[in-house]
């Protein structure tokens, strides 16, 4: 049996690593032009359930280093005011597994086929029961089943499950990374908190590698090539659709900036010292359920049939370790 793989983001990847560890075949496709192509570095908090299905999709013996490259998640939920006074407490906060999707993604990539700068156009069924991909720069592909895992604007979704398409919410959310420095150590318990400001809030999350990830590699698995990365504290701010949200010639600091007049200035330095290449603006969007297609070779998976919340700490993997 040979699979296609439409998509190199998390959910193709933990595909094509589970279909390997069963001894199946899958080539991954990727629009990319290159695995490194655009920002793909945020912090990912993923439920007990759906970090075992991580490591269900990849060999036993990189265990040890997924192990090493994540931390646990943070139990304190204050709610800081702007000068970081708390003001409340939130409760006991979820337990789950931070991981890195930068990291995370390197880690799934290792061993697998993946043909970039390959962007799916369309597809046909073969008489034969077979599934043809057609992409723009490259021969076709033919396989018993395709996958589509290509992400919330899915070409392969267009094709199978037409009126089944996501509606921007005019929601904005606003993310990024900056260095973990010493000057940021008195950030410390605003970490899983939320600063409450006028009409947004501001989440901060440390990231805290047990191993810097390059390092873990290199003793735990040296077929595994890891990103050079050191902990960090990932910010978002989710901007509210009523006409204020931020402008679009705004960068994501600028547009975060642009909220906090008169906010402590450690919370304004941790903007402005923010890693720009790993720092974004993102629409939210949503994908109403639609029609149920025709059972065949094509199916969807991951973003591509279920638009995942930034916020919601629960998919980013597991459904395509159910399908492998
Ligand atoms: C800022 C942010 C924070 C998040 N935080 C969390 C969290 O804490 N916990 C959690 O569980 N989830 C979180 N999520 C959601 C999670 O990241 C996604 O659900 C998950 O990454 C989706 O994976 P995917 O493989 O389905 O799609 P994607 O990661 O979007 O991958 C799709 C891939 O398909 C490629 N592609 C697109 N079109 C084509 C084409 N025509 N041909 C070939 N390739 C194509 C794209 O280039 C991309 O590489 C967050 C998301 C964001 C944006």
Redesign the pocket.
Known sequence: MRVSV????????ALAQGLRGAGIEADV????PKISARFQG??????PT?FQAVRDCLPTRWHPLLDEIVMDASAEQLVLDTKLNEIGRLGAGRTGIVVD?QVLRHLLLTGLTVHTD????GYDVLADGQVQAR?AHRDPATADLLVG????????RRVLSPRTAPTDTGVR?V?GRTPLTDEFAGLSKAYGSKIAGDGVSLLLGAMRFRTPPKQAAERLAPEVTLPDIGDYVRW?MILPSNGNGSPAELTAQDAVLSRMEGWHPELRALIEQADPDNSTL?SIRVVKPGERWASGPVTL????IHA??????????PT?CAAA
């Open positions: 439409v998509g190199a983001g998390l959910g193709g990847l496709f990727e629009r990319d945020y912090r990912l908090v993923l439920n759906g999707r390959a962007a799916l156009t992409f895992a290509d992400g919330i604007t899915s070409a392969v959310f993310i978002a993102l998976l991951g973003d591509a995942t919340s930034p916020t919601g700490g629960n998919c980013a993997t395509c």
